[in-house]
Structures are given as C-alpha cells and as structure tokens.
C-alpha cells in the first residue's frame, strides 16, 4: 500500500513498498514510542501548571505517534478483511452447522464439544479465507481485465487499485494455510478428521493456485462444492459423532450442493469476459454462455428434484421439505431471467444476478439448516445446543439486518438488494459498455470456436 495513505508519510513522492519493509518502519515506530514512554507515564503524575513547553511537546508527540501507529494498524486490518472478502465467509459458518447438527440431531447421547466446535469454525473460516487470498492472487490478470465488476464479482479489487502488492495476498494466503494446519494437528481429535482437514486444505488452495488449478481447468464449480457443500459438513459431522448419529441426515444437503454448482457458473457468467481475456477458462468460458445457461436450468432442475425425491423417499420430513421448498420461486425467478429472457447478454439487467444466486445459494442451505434443528426431537429449539448450531443463521439475518439499516440510512435501501449500475455510469460508459456487451455476444460460444490459438 501507499504510506501516504497510512497518514504517516507526508511526502507526495512516495512508491509502493513490501510489507516486509512496512514491518520494518512498525517495528521502528513502536521503538521510537518506548523510548519516549517514560515521558508519556509522567503526564499522569506530573503538574501541567510545572511542565515545561519542551516536555509537553515530547508528550504529545508521544500521543501522535501512538495515534498513528493505530491508525495504521487499523487500516491493514481493515484492508486485510478487505483482501479476505469476509462478506462471502457466512456461508461456510451454515454449512458447518448443518454438519454439526446432522451429528447432535435425533440422539439422546451428548457428543457435543464447544470447544470442539469452535476449533472447527475457526479451521473452517480460515480455509474459506485462504481461498480468497490465493483467489486474488492467481486471478489479477483477470481481475485487471475486468472493467464492470459487481461488488460480488470481478475480486475485490483491492489489488487492482493497487492499495497492495499482489504477493501481499499471495503470503496472506500461506499465513491463513499455516494457521489452518496448526488447527488439524493440534485440535482435530482423529486421523480420519486430520486427514479431511488436510484434504479440505488442498482442495481450498487448489482452487486457484497449481499444480490442481481448478477453476482454471474448468472444475472449478466443482470445488466449491466439494469443498463448502460436501466436505465441510462432513468435517462437521466427523467432530460430533456418536453411535447414534445418523449420516443419511447429511442427504439433506445434497440439494443445496447442486445449487451451489450453479450458482458459482452465474459468477463465473459475470466474470466470463475478463477470464477469455486472461486466459482462464472455467467452465462457462469452455462451455460458452449459452450452453452454460443452459446448464445452470438444467443443473437447478436438478437440485429440486432431488429435494422431492429425498421427500417421497422418506428421508427428509414435511417440515424441513417445506422450508427447502419455500426457495423455489426465488430459483425460478433466477432461471427465468437467465434462460428465458437472456439477461446475460446485457451488462445492467445481469448486474445484480450474482448477488441474487448467492442469496439464494445461502437461504437453501439455510433452510436445510433450520429443518435439521426443527426435527431435532430430543431438544427444543430454546436450548443451549440449539441455539450454538443456529448462530451462523443468525449471523447471516444479522448481516442482511445491517446491510438494510445501513442501505436506508444512506437512502438506497434498494441499492442493498438489487445492485445495479447507475444512470449516471450508463451514460458515461455507453461506449464501453456496449464493446463490453459486444464480447459477451462472442462469449456466448465455446472459447475454442472464439479463438483458433
């Protein structure tokens, strides 16, 4: 990043510099702030009416340093958050619940470990932000190439804007990896909960970085099932077990994990452009976006049969079946914009359809979620229990809630739920925005007829 946009640098010719040598200026700065600490314990005991100028002077320059070195520090924080892009991290939090719950559910027998639990969650986020990291990192040609992001496609443009170095996220990335790591072997009880915890682990960062390559290779979609959809809960459930767990619970997932294949190909229509300029190809750049739409109905279809299956199977109650059900017209709606209106040939109307497939990527999962905890006839919904297996559905309505109250505090409440790009940037970017729609027409078929190279 720039240390002039640290505050802490004055200079109008300042260059971007590692973070090894921003470490290096910290360490000098808490240093210099030692030196002085002496004076700085005096101000509480000394008389200011008795202090000399020269004293005051060092005391308050004492103050002004501390001030910014914490504003520096809250500014990586910050930017680190940024980089991790913590707004897609609620989902994995609900689909390791579902896995814990699947464990505790429908067994009188006490297998639960708060601990335990935590030390999961903790391994979970930190493989789900290891992704983002390695993510940014391997992506930024395409990233770069992007010229229409949405705020849930095209990275976080933190490397973009040039705020960082790219090897920042690459390094932020092995930290998060060496963290995880520590956690299997350290906390995870098991070899079979060790080796999934490994296996998580090269899945998350063989979604973007070699030798795997995943999204690249065109599996990418893939991965993100495997991993947050399929492994995760399995991970879950493999912590909390007991003899009386019962594992045909965890085909009460199998809906939302054929959801969350095709929500990933909408995110990858978005980004369809920038990636056949860069040369990624994921599998809607190899499919094209028409075959890739249709996929996505198919592949939706899919996921609510399954859902009725499971259903007349005997597998999956009325009530859990009706609160899965309940996502359906929101599916529909996605379908019918993508397939029968072909939003996807235009920049505006397709903006927000991101944003609203990763909504509904998570109310699926979230209502799988909640009828796990419903049917759960050994304990009510008011128990301790209970209520630890539902705190990532709260976290995730906590976070819509302030999303609102932000939205209409600064009043663009419609903003919130239905991003889209503004009249004033339509008007402005017509040109663009029509060479950017002209490649999207060529987008539309495979990547190998659009390029003989």
């Keep these: 990043m720039y240390i002039e946009r640290c505050g802490l640098c004055q200079s109008k010719n300042c260059h971007q510099v590692p973070v090894f040598l921003e470490l290096l200026l910290l360490t000098s700065w808490v240093a210099e702030s030692f030196d002085r600490s002496p004076r700085a314990y005096q101000f509480s005991t000394m008389s200011m009416s008795n202090a000399k100028l020269p004293e005051v002077h060092a005391i308050m320059a004492t103050y002004s340093t501390a001030s910014q070195l914490l504003h520096w520090l809250r500014r990586r924080v910050m930017l680190f958050l940024e980089l991790g892009r913590v707004k897609f991290l609620l989902y994995s939090p609900i689909a390791y619940a579902a896995g814990v719950t699947c464990a505790t559910a429908g067994n009188s027998a006490d297998s639960f470990s708060l601990k335990l639990f935590l030390i999961g969650q903790l391994f979970v986020s930190c493989t789900?932000?290891?992704?983002?990291?390695?993510?940014?990192?391997?992506?930024?040609?395409?990233?770069?190439?992007?010229?229409?992001?949405?705020?849930?496609?095209?990275?976080?443009?933190?490397?973009?804007?040039?705020?960082?170095?790219?090897?920042?996220?690459?390094?932020?990335?092995?930290?998060?990896?060496?963290?995880?790591?520590?956690?299997?072997?350290?906390?995870?009880?098991?070899?079979?909960?060790?080796?999934?915890?490994?296996?998580?682990?090269?899945?998350?960062?063989?979604?973007?970085?070699?030798?795997?390559?995943?999204?690249?290779?065109?599996?990418?979609?893939?991965?993100?099932?495997?991993?947050?959809?399929?492994?995760?809960p399995l991970l879950g459930f493999l912590l909390h077990r007991n003899g009386e767990s019962d594992p045909s619970l965890l085909l009460w997932l199998l809906p939302p994990a054929v959801v969350e294949f095709v929500r990933m190909?909408?995110?990858?229509?978005?980004?369809?452009?920038?990636?056949?300029?860069?040369?990624?190809?994921?599998?809607?750049?190899?499919?094209?976006?028409?075959?890739?739409?249709?996929?996505?109905?198919?592949?939706?279809?899919?996921?609510?049969?399954?859902?009725?299956?499971?259903?007349?199977?005997?597998?999956?109650?009325?009530?859990?079946?009706?609160?899965?059900?309940?996502?359906?017209?929101?599916?529909?709606?996605?379908?019918?914009?993508?397939?029968?209106?072909?939003?996807?040939?235009?920049?505006?109307?397709?903006?927000?359809?991101?944003?609203?497939?990763?909504?509904?990527?998570?109310?699926?999962?979230?209502?799988?979620?909640?009828?796990?905890?419903?049917?759960?006839?050994?304990?009510?919904?008011?128990?301790?229990?209970?209520?630890?297996?539902?705190?990532?559905?709260?976290?995730?309505?906590?976070?819509?809630?302030?999303?609102?109250w932000k939205g209409w505090r600064n009043g663009n409440l419609s903003l919130v739920f239905n991003p889209e790009i503004s009249k004033a940037d339509r008007s402005a970017k017509s040109e663009q925005i029509g060479q950017w729609e002209g490649a999207i027409e060529q987008a539309t078929r495979p990547f190998s007829h659009n390029h003989s190279d």
């Design 128 to 232: 789900h932000m290891l992704t983002h990291f390695f993510n940014e990192y391997y992506d930024f040609p395409a990233d770069l190439a992007h010229q229409f992001p949405s705020p849930w496609t095209g990275g976080s443009r933190v490397l973009v804007s040039g705020r960082v170095l790219p090897n920042t996220s690459y390094w932020f990335g092995w930290a998060m990896t060496a963290v995880s790591m520590s956690l299997v072997f350290g906390g995870f009880p098991s070899v079979e909960t060790k080796v999934l915890g490994v296996v998580i682990i090269i899945f998350s960062i063989g979604y973007s970085a070699p030798p795997l390559e995943m999204g690249t290779n065109g599996l990418g979609e893939f991965d993100v099932m495997l991993v947050l959809n399929t492994l995760v």
């Design 265 to 404: 190909m909408v995110m990858n229509m978005a980004d369809v452009v920038g990636d056949t300029r860069a040369r990624k190809l994921t599998l809607v750049v190899r499919l094209g976006l028409d075959r890739s739409v249709f996929v996505h109905l198919i592949g939706m279809t899919v996921a609510y049969l399954c859902l009725v299956g499971l259903f007349l199977g005997g597998i999956i109650p009325v009530t859990p079946f009706l609160l899965q059900v309940a996502t359906l017209p929101m599916a529909g709606f996605i379908c019918h914009r993508l397939y029968f209106q072909k939003d996807y040939l235009s920049l505006p109307k397709f903006y927000n359809l991101p944003y609203l497939s990763t909504q509904h990527n998570g109310l699926i999962l979230l209502a799988a979620l909640l009828g796990l905890a419903i049917s759960d006839d050994h304990r009510r919904m008011s128990s301790s229990l209970s209520q630890i297996r539902l705190l990532a559905a709260y976290l995730f309505f906590i976070q819509n809630g302030l999303k609102a």
